[in-house]
């Protein structure tokens, strides 16, 4: 990972991509660092990830509720100012929401397991 100077990030100023789930839609206002990658994600009334996922990531809930769901069976629920935290390789998860959410992702080369 390399030094990320100072700046301010106008996220209305970021294109939205979208990136269709099992069911509904997500929508990414992603930035690219070397080895750390920001995201605004939103996901629609409904979302389902359409995969399980290994990387880790800082998630944090700006708005909504949804839950992540692991692979062993149990299921998170984080609402409006919630945050879960893990590293790469500990968890596969997946996010789902009934209603819609606005997330905080975060992650990264910082989060690689170390052994």
Avoid: P
């Avoid at 700046?7 to 789930?21: A, L, R, Y």
């Avoid at 992540?68 to 998860?93: A, C, N, P, R």
């Amino acid at each position: 990972m390399s030094n990320v100077e100072f700046q301010t990030i106008d996220w209305s100023q970021v294109v939205k991509t979208e990136h269709i789930g099992e069911t509904g839609i997500a929508f990414w206002q992603t930035l690219q660092f070397a080895g750390l990658r920001v995201r605004i994600v939103e996901y629609s009334k409904g979302y389902l990830a359409d995969h399980w996922c290994e990387k880790g990531h800082i998630v944090h809930c700006l708005e909504g509720e949804f839950t992540s769901e692991l692979s062993d069976g149990s299921e998170h629920v984080l609402k409006q100012g919630m945050t879960y935290i893990v590293s790469d390789d500990l968890s596969s998860h997946r996010s789902k929401t009934q209603n819609g959410v606005k997330l905080l992702i975060i992650d990264g080369d910082f989060l690689k397991l170390t052994q």
